[in-house]
């Protein structure tokens, strides 16, 4: 046998290119770190070698990173974080006692009390416990069992391991899940790598980006007719589009859910994120028990929470958790095999986790400086989607519904049809070309609304609210007299 | 009409399942991808979402269909009261999935544990997990040095303590420096942090004796596991016969037989030489990658060295004989280095297979597709729970390039605090730091242990009748050969175990040790062993080490 003929391709070629790479990689798109971040990137480098540029400094509005953005880490954590790191420090006088002893609870149960021990593929025990207590709390009591509970590495790593089991089925028969649109590029990236098909409903962004059921209901039957759907997944509070789920609509989202034999995927990472006044979080887990045992006992579901989000903003340490409820108990063998084979999620995740559900409390020495720093970083990010909503409402052709949660805008942009037709040109996406001529003009960057999803013939974009108030003004104000500009060159 | 569709699916899974894997290949060789199928949808059944290829899923769907019950069902096609995620309608692929290392023996212990917690009476009073390479839970202490700069990197106002060395605060300010806002809590480049990339590749380039490695082809990992996964799922296409294989050492470490099962690639198996102290045998690859020809797409050949769970370590002669076979069969190499600094036996040294591909000339070092996988997790810091690694890439196509920093991206960026560590791993104290001379003497105090370490084992086990052991050359495991009675085999066949597994359940029950058997890395018919680490503390092991051979003594006994 030749090598040609073996290998389907000539003798000096690479064994792997682009033509014989995995396809469902191929078909992976992640805007939020897409092109237009690559050229920030470059810009801040070429800013640095002293390239002249009409703005001093890249503004990284793309992404929700709060300690990239300024935000300080809450000292508590830090210090718990310290001492598990170099236990040395315990004898150490300069650090509060309940930060001792929780770095002392968390080191006992790791083994050989060190952090760079594996722990168990599902999480440390107590971190899990405390977990479930942390989620009886939230629930009002509704009991969580500590079995349920599976750390993670970041809430996308669980995300995608409830997706990957959930995938089967060839042809007409492969698993469908149904996504928002807008939707966090996570799922239809995931979805893409599993070569599961992707199901758009539709978020009604002139009622503020709610969700209808009678939409749910069209995308579910119109995706019958090509694949099998088995799962809806919910972004509440929502991402890229910032609306807060009412309580009732999570209920007829479960009835949806229960009637259609839906899995239930819940992101809530912004649970704590919740600025509008009226708006409240309700977990869906709280309103699926609240529904009776009817529901309780029978709808399958996975909830995810996360440490980079809320108002501690710890990104970099890739801590999470899912709580799956119903889940068949085979298939729970089965998640705890999968999971096993990565050995285990980063273990100071693990930890700073363990720090988010089991904060300083009321007689505890840290709990003053801990509710301090917590509430200035919510109330900062409260009066920052009020201002972010008020200025863009400002600008002709920016119409931007309120920031009721998470950390996002998500305004729509009316571009002049000179413009659409030059993007066509360039061969760009129209919003795409939108934000692009912004990074180059002013050094903001910001993703279009094309990589989340949004209704034809509609542009977006998404910007995050975490910059400092002073320093998001100047953003907001810099973005409005771009919109003018560009409408003006355009029309 | 979806009812039935459903019903069809789980039955077909089950069957699947229950097909032995020479009929899964059979089935794989023949089918065909019927493209004039108008249920066959390319963007809906895509290659890797299962190893079965479409062809053989639709004649299997239209065999099970003729012997359907019909029941009434609800819209998804199951009782409506039944789940909808089940064993018969979850993911094919992970069902596959198989670990040993933290398989049915580890939970049985972990059981234990808890019992012994509980008061239970048991014939031991601890249970020794050997079964895994977690050196800080067998004891061993972090680097004072790594452990400080994570200290003042988790809470930088530590930099003014004066207690802290000047070395290790200019390391966290200068990793600090390197992080969004300053912290350790913003998202990195999904590639990894810039400056630890390039002390990686400096780190490179001094192992490597000055061959040029350029930090755009280093991606920082969550641990090598991620890196490992994430090269192979760039390789896996093709359908039937044309389907990716990946040539895997036997024995091998389970991660690359778990990950090849969910990305439904084919596992082509060489044989290490047990024999001649589990060396690589170019003849066996050749015999292996022929006769994988036959069934599939070889494109791939992992190599682990030091050997996990084998312990051997490769000649540079048998490294340039592997990079010659690849150049020849147009493979893609992937080596897992992670266990690099764990070279014990005299006589043998650690050679990277980028160093050699480079001293064998422009037309390998120009033209073989390489993938280098190293972790903070192994050697002599053993930091694990950190999920720090990298991996380097070489020769790799610029658009694949791309499309591999597509993917990770997805995933947003590894662990920083791993990213640190693994900082420290490749730019350790320096000659002339205040904390060199600390470092030196705990890296040292480490290696030697575990050199003092592997001798010990390979003797003492050596010493039993019917255990054979291998030199124990690098990495953390023996991996000896156990004859196990007639009888016990088929005792053990009885109860629908692995001889090996039975043999190792037994030991934990009656000793509290938790050993892997085996076949959770794959043997050669008829032959039984266990993986152990040589990671306890030399007392301990001395302990350990007694208890195996008194309970083979035993079982011995008893079976025969």
């Not at chain 1, 089967?168 to 149904?178: A, L």
């Not at chain 1, 989607?385 to 805008?409: D, H, K, S």
């Not at chain 2, 390391?171 to 600090?176: D, F, K």
Request: include cysteine.
């Amino acid at each position: 046998m030749s090598q040609q003929a073996v290998n389907g391709v000539a003798h000096r070629g690479r064994v792997l290119t682009l033509d014989s790479m995995n396809p469902n990689v191929k078909r992976v798109e992640y805007a939020v770190r897409g092109p237009i971040v690559q050229r920030a990137v470059q810009i801040e480098k070429e800013l640095k070698e002293g390239v002249k540029k009409p703005f001093t400094e890249v503004i990284k509005a793309n992404i929700g990173d709060a300690h990239a953005m300024g935000q300080k880490p809450i000292t508590f954590f830090r210090q718990v974080l310290a001492l598990c790191s170099y236990p040395a420090l315990l004898e150490d006088s300069k650090f509060p006692e309940d930060a001792k002893k929780r770095a002392q609870r968390i080191l006992e149960a790791c083994g050989g009390h060190s952090i760079g021990a594996y722990s168990t593929s599902q999480g440390i025990e107590c971190i899990r416990q405390d977990v479930a207590r942390y989620i009886e709390k939230r629930d009002g009591g509704i009991p969580s069992n500590p079995d349920n509970i599976y750390l993670s590495t970041g809430a996308s790593d669980a995300i995608v391991t409830i997706l990957k089991l959930l995938v089967c089925g060839e042809g007409r028969d492969r698993t469908g899940v149904m996504i928002s649109i807008p939707q966090y590029p996570l799922y239809s990236a995931a979805l893409a790598d599993l070569g599961a098909v992707q199901i758009n409903y539709y978020l009604d962004e002139d009622n503020c980006w709610s969700l209808n059921i009678t939409e749910l209901r069209r995308a579910l039957n119109a995706a019958r007719e090509h694949c099998n759907p088995r799962v809806l997944c919910i972004i509440n509070p929502g991402n890229p589009t910032g609306q807060v789920q009412s309580r009732q609509c999570i209920e007829d989202v479960i009835q949806f859910a229960k009637e259609e034999h839906l899995f239930l995927m819940a992101d809530e990472v912004y649970q704590d994120n919740v600025y509008a006044e009226g708006c409240q979080f309700h977990s869906f887990k709280k309103v699926l028990f609240e529904m009776g045992p009817e529901y309780s006992n029978t709808v399958e579901m996975a909830s995810f929470h996360s440490t980079s989000k809320c108002y501690m903003g710890e990104c970099g340490f890739r801590g999470g958790y899912v709580e799956v409820i119903n889940l068949d108990p085979e298939v729970k063998a089965q998640l705890i095999k999968l999971v096993s084979v990565r050995l285990c999620p980063p273990v100071p995740g693990q930890a700073l986790l363990d720090l988010v559900v089991n904060p300083p409390q009321p007689d505890e020495p840290s709990y003053a400086t801990f509710m301090k720093e917590r509430t200035a970083v919510l109330s900062a990010l409260a009066e920052k989607a009020r201002l972010t909503e008020q200025i863009f409402n400002t600008v002709p052709g920016i119409t931007c519904n309120p920031v009721q949660g998470a950390m996002y805008t998500f305004p729509r942009i009316t571009l002049p049809q000179k413009a659409i037709d030059k993007a066509k040109e360039l061969g760009l996406v129209p919003d795409m070309f939108y934000c692009m001529r912004l990074l180059e003009e002013d050094g903001i960057c910001l993703v279009p609304g094309s990589g989340f999803g949004q209704r034809e013939g509609t542009y977006h974009f998404r910007m995050t609210i975490l910059p400092p108030t002073d320093k998001l003004k100047v953003v907001l104000q810099k973005i409005r007299e771009f919109h003018l500009r560009f409408t003006q060159e355009f029309s | 009409m979806s009812a039935a569709r459903m019903q069809v699916l789980s039955s077909r899974n089950v069957r699947l399942l229950s097909r032995g894997r020479n009929e899964v290949l059979a089935g794989r060789s023949g089918a065909q991808r019927p493209g004039g199928d108008p249920r066959t949808r390319s963007l809906t059944c895509p290659p890797m979402s299962s190893s079965s290829s479409p062809g053989r899923a639709l004649s299997s769907l239209s065999a099970t269909r003729r012997g359907l019950p019909k029941e009434k069902m609800s819209e998804n096609g199951i009782m409506s009261r039944a789940k909808v995620l089940t064993i018969d309608t979850m993911n094919p692929t992970v069902k596959k999935v198989e670990y040993a290392v933290r398989g049915p023996i580890v939970q049985r212990a972990v059981e234990l544990e808890r019992e012994l917690s509980e008061g239970m009476k048991k014939p031991f009073a601890e249970v020794i997990k050997a079964n895994i390479g977690d050196a800080h839970a067998m004891g061993q202490q972090p680097i004072t040095f790594f452990r400080q700069v994570l200290a003042l990197c988790s809470y930088p106002e530590l930099l003014s303590d004066s207690t802290f060395p000047e070395d290790a605060k200019s390391r966290a300010c200068r990793i600090l420096q390197s992080c969004g806002g300053n912290s350790m809590g913003a998202y990195s480049a999904s590639q990894g942090i810039d400056s630890v990339r390039q002390d990686v590749a400096r780190y490179i380039e001094r192992r490597d004796g000055g061959v040029a490695c350029d930090p755009d082809n280093i991606y920082l990992t969550t641990g090598a596991s991620d890196g490992i996964v994430t090269m192979l799922k760039l390789l896996v296409c093709g359908e039937g016969t044309t389907r990716t294989g990946v040539m895997i050492p036997i024995p091998q470490y389970p991660l690359y037989s778990a990950a090849l099962a969910e990305l439904g690639a084919v596992q082509v198996d060489y044989f290490l030489n047990e024999e001649k102290c589990w060396s690589l045998d170019i003849t066996e690859l050749q015999r292996a990658v022929n006769e994988a020809r036959q069934y599939c797409n070889p494109r791939a050949l992992c190599i682990i060295n030091p050997g996990n769970p084998t312990g051997q370590v490769q000649s540079r002669q048998c490294i340039e004989d592997v990079i010659r076979f690849a150049a020849k069969e147009r493979l893609f190499l992937m080596a897992d280095e992670v266990y690099q600094d764990n070279v014990y036996a005299e006589g043998c040294q650690f050679h990277s297979f980028k160093k050699v591909l480079f001293e064998m000339g422009p037309e390998y070092a120009e033209t073989v597709e390489l993938a280098s996988f190293h972790s903070t997790s192994k050697c002599y810091m053993g930091e694990c729970g950190f999920r720090g690694g990298y991996m380097e890439i070489i020769n790799m196509d610029d658009e694949v390039k791309d499309q591999l920093t597509k993917l990770l991206s997805v995933r947003l960026c590894p662990p920083v605090p791993g990213q640190a560590l693994m900082d420290l791993v490749v730019n350790p104290p320096q000659p002339g730091e205040p904390s060199y001379g600390s470092f030196i003497k705990e890296r040292t105090a480490t290696l030697s242990a575990l050199a003092e370490k592997a001798k010990l084992t390979e003797q003492v086990l050596n010493t039993v009748q019917g255990i054979s052991c291998n030199p124990v050359q690098g990495a953390m495991y023996s991996f000896p050969r156990i004859t196990i009675p007639e009888k016990a085999v088929k005792e053990a066949t009885e109860k629908g175990q692995q001889p090996d597994m039975f043999y190792c359940m037994k030991m934990l029950e009656e000793t509290g040790i938790c050993l892997v058997p085996g076949s959770g890395f794959g043997q050669k018919d008829g032959t039984y062993h266990f993986r152990m680490t040589i990671l306890p503390p030399t007392d301990k092991l001395k302990i350990l080490l007694n208890k195996v051979k008194e309970f083979h003594q035993r079982f011995t006994q008893q079976y025969s």
